[in-house]
């Protein structure tokens, strides 16, 4: 099973992607993490993407793709994955569909997780994340370490109070439109209400998958 999370920033979907695919048993990819992995093997699309890291310019959707193609060439996601951060834009979202079916393959759920603005501000302004493996926290302070990897824990500046309602806006911008191009599109998209208790999410996560 191929599933896209979608969500704001702060919705939880790092959180929540780790316990779906331990639950499915398929790993969990963020575009973060496939794009350094492809970097540190040296591939043709590592080096591509390095090049414009290095110039501090985003790497295009284009390179982005043909690094998810090896992706899902790979044996290790024969049966599935959870997309954490690969779709933001609509014409991400129209490439990972073409690639995909150049595999004969398709998403299978859009999953879709729901937080009041508010409360995404509240936890974003008190996160701090892992400066090694990006694996966020809350109530944590600076320079603690991180249980998962011995890294330290940062806060980050975009989850300043004003950094945050800017990324807010740009996620209105970019990636809403993503949900309109889904149910157009006439794909399989079940909305997840993710306030409220990790594990309630999650069960309310299965059952979406589930329906």
């Known amino acids: 099973m191929i599933v896209v999370l979608l969500g704001p920033p702060g919705a939880g979907k790092g959180t929540q992607g780790e316990r ?6 398929v790993p969990k990819i963020a575009t973060g993490d496939v794009l350094r992995a492809a970097v540190k093997e040296g591939t043709p699309q590592g080096l591509a993407a390095k ?3 290095d110039r501090g310019d985003l790497v295009p959707d284009s390179v982005i793709l043909a690094i998810m193609k090896e992706v899902f060439a790979a044996p290790s996601t024969r049966k599935g994955a959870i997309l954490d951060g690969v ?15 150049e595999l004969g393959r398709k998403v299978d759920k ?3 997780f729901d937080v009041p603005d508010d409360e995404l501000v509240e936890r974003l302004g008190g996160r701090t994340v892992c400066d090694n493996c990006q694996t966020p926290y809350k109530g944590l302070e600076p320079g603690t370490r991180c249980n998962k990897c011995g890294g330290t ?7 300043e109070p004003e950094s945050i309602r800017n990324r807010l806006n740009v996620y209105r911008e970019q990636t809403e439109p993503v949900i309109e191009w889904v149910k157009d599109k006439k794909m399989d998209l079940v909305e997840i209400d993710a306030s409220g208790d990790l594990d309630e999410i999650t069960e ?5 998958l589930e329906a």
Not at 20 to 25: M, N
Not at 87 to 101: D, K, S
Not at 204 to 208: D, V
């Open 204 to 208: 309310r996560a299965m059952k979406g």
């Open 20 to 25: 779906i695919a331990q639950r499915l048993g």
């Open 153 to 159: 824990l940062v806060r980050r500046k975009d989850d």
């Open 110 to 112: 859009y999953l879709l």
């Open 87 to 101: 779709v933001r834009t609509v014409p991400q979202a129209e490439g990972l569909a073409v690639m995909l079916a």
């Open 51 to 53: 090049a414009y890291m």
